[in-house]
């Protein structure tokens, strides 16, 4: 499997996520959710964003993760490219995020919310795997 | 999970208590043997059992004909909750809050505008602003968002979006009593800033419509309906506001599950009893979605009526452009209900779902006091959508509810699949529907094949009476998001 994929159901689409730690499980969404959204490449690094989360468990801190990158993206209209973590321990993470204010840019796909709907978080042998529902 | 229904008549079907020893209620499915053999997914029947497991449920988890697949509650589910005893649950109203429909009618007949589509098209593509991540023309500073907030479709009045004659044909009069803005957080402020005023993307719409069948003519009358009639449709929701307020209200909800001892299947379904902080907190900031909501759409047909007069260099007197009815398909009522003989208050929770009150209903406008309320059924932009009223059966049968679309056949991925090497608007233009969109991918994604016959669904609605036809109208220009 690759970093990510996707799968669709009726009227949404979702993706499953791996990665060789929790850091990088977290970096892998950020991009497939991104991806999600549009599919061009091109995007600069040049407005960042600092962002700390805690929750109550891994699912809860994923959950938060790509709501709070969702809440930027949407608000502030920045397509994020670079993802740094600088701390993730249970259950909180600290990361600067990087991107690209998107003016004229032509997006493909609008993600309303991130779904807690049968998300979760496993780790099987050296690899973590995630699964989560995108609300389009 | 199918073989498990039971069959009540041809439109009703229970799925047992006995399935599961924690369902609290039954399901009972609104749907054809049709519709449920050819559409109805096994998991969107999963999520009508894991809703029949919410704490203080009454009489049954619902599902309207065009149930599928949601998260949480499936998309067409009804369920009421007792407002006293019971639990309200953000994932049963969805992240689109106060997602809704609203039609209106004009003095224009279909021979008047045959031959000025390409006119409309681009004058209403110019002027609404559509397209993913779009915002709009307006830019609001929190506290006159919070004014919006508090006041809803009014506030859109009150600064001459539209007239008061608007808010009698809107639903709960485009504004809920109670919507707290100190709920909403900063980040859906934040959202919500730059987004009024804006059709957004996916399945959001603005149509131009011609009735093309009248079912009932007393009431078509009564609605100012006749053949060959030129209809407008607009479909859209809260936008980014009502999507960070959900997402916000999940994460509290979450943490309520722990302190309330709830044990759901689901996350999604996250709730709070309503008598409870989070419980109340989440309904305060719901209603001010849907207040948000509500004047997205009355200052969308504001721009649309302005679009079309200046198109056709007519004025609003002289094109009618009469709002008939806005309703809400995705949030939670209060409301009076009798149950087993005994009044009863609910927290109705409709996701992708129509309220349909009958006539005599004290909350509907005296206009339509008389004939029950207008329930508008969009369907996809190649066929039809229609027009309905509330019957006595929907009170009885489904809280005074009715389905809300469509409902999707195919998922994007295979929507995209099937119109590859295909133009899909070009394929509508020979049906005579001019489409214009910011992107060809969600024409392909929204193409019609990719709904169920709306035609279906509203079989299935007025066989089982919980709602009557009243007339069809076919899309000849379509604005996509």
């Not at chain 2, 999963?46 to 509650?73: E, W």
């Not at chain 2, 008061?164 to 909403?184: C, H, I, M, Q, R």
């Not at chain 2, 607009?234 to 001892?261: C, F, P, W």
Request: charged letters at 30%; hydrophobic letters at 40%.
């Amino acid at each position: 499997m690759k970093d990510y994929k996707y799968f669709s159901t009726t009227a949404d689409m979702g993706m499953e996520v791996k990665g060789k730690d929790i850091s990088q499980l977290f970096i892998n969404a950020a991009r497939g959710m991104f991806n999600l959204i549009c599919s061009h490449k091109d995007f600069k690094a040049e407005e960042e964003v600092k962002i700390g989360l805690q929750g109550e468990s891994w699912e809860e801190l994923f959950f938060k993760w790509l709501s709070e990158l969702l809440f930027y993206y949407d608000a502030y209209k920045i397509y994020f490219v670079d993802f740094q973590i600088l701390k993730i321990r249970p259950f909180e993470i600290e990361a600067i995020i990087k991107g690209e204010k998107i003016k004229d840019r032509k997006i493909e796909r609008e993600i309303k919310a991130v779904t807690y709907h049968n998300l979760e978080i496993t780790q099987k042998n050296d690899t973590w795997e995630a699964k989560v529902l995108f609300d389009l | 999970m199918k073989e498990k229904l039971r069959k009540i008549n041809n439109y009703k079907w229970l799925l047992p208590k006995e399935i599961d020893s924690r369902m609290r209620v039954p399901g009972i499915i609104f749907v054809s043997k049709e519709l449920l053999d050819r559409t109805v997914e096994d998991e969107a029947l999963v999520q009508v059992r894991n809703a029949a497991m919410l704490p203080g449920i009454v009489k049954a988890s619902l599902a309207m004909p065009d149930i599928h697949y949601g998260y949480g509650l499936p998309i067409g589910g009804v369920i009421a909750t007792d407002w006293e005893t019971g639990i309200v649950s953000p994932g049963g109203v969805g992240f689109d809050i106060n997602c809704g429909v609203r039609l209106l009618v004009t003095n224009l007949y279909l021979k008047d505008i045959m031959d000025k589509k390409k006119i409309l098209v681009d004058a209403l593509y110019q002027h609404i602003p559509t397209g993913v991540g779009s915002t709009g023309k307006l830019r609001l500073t929190h506290s006159q968002e919070k004014e919006v907030l508090a006041k809803g479709a009014k506030w859109a009045v009150e600064k001459g979006y539209g007239t008061k004659k608007d808010l009698e044909a809107t639903e709960s009069y485009g504004s809920l009593e109670g919507a707290n803005p100190e709920k909403v957080s900063y980040k859906a402020l934040e959202r919500g800033a730059q987004q009024l005023g804006t059709l957004g993307s996916g399945n959001h719409f603005l149509e131009i419509q011609y009735v093309d069948e009248i079912y009932d003519y007393r009431l078509a009358k009564i609605f100012n309906l006749e053949k060959n009639k030129i209809t407008i449709m607009i479909h859209t929701g809260s936008r980014g506001l009502g999507h960070q307020i959900a997402t916000d209200y999940l994460e509290v909800m979450g943490r309520a599950l722990r302190k309330y001892n709830i044990v759901l299947p689901d996350k999604q379904l996250a709730c709070a009893p309503i008598n409870s902080p989070e419980g109340q907190d989440y309904i305060s900031a719901m209603k001010c979605a849907a207040n948000y909501a509500w004047a997205n759409r009355q200052i969308l047909m504001h721009w649309t009526r302005e679009a079309i007069c200046r198109a056709l260099k007519a004025s609003e007197r002289d094109l009618g452009l009469e709002l008939i009815y806005d309703h809400a398909h995705n949030i939670v009522k209060k409301e009076e209900h009798i149950i087993d003989g005994k009044k009863r208050i609910l927290a109705v929770h409709r996701k992708g779902a129509t309220r349909a009150f009958p006539p005599g209903h004290p909350e509907l406008p005296s206009k339509y006091r008389s004939i029950g309320q207008p329930v508008i059924i969009p369907g996809d932009m190649g066929r039809y959508s229609y027009l309905l009223v509330g019957t006595k059966e929907a009170m009885t049968e489904t809280f005074g509810s009715s389905c809300h679309g469509a409902g999707r056949v195919l998922s994007r991925h295979k929507a995209i699949n099937r119109a590859r090497g295909r133009s899909i608007t070009q394929e509508l233009e020979k049906e005579g529907i001019l489409v214009r969109a910011a992107d060809k991918k969600t024409v392909k994604e929204e193409m019609p094949e990719a709904y169920k016959d709306v035609s279906m669904v509203v079989e299935a609605i007025a066989g089982a009476k919980i709602s009557k036809k009243v007339a069809r109208m076919k899309p000849i220009v379509v604005i996509k998001g």
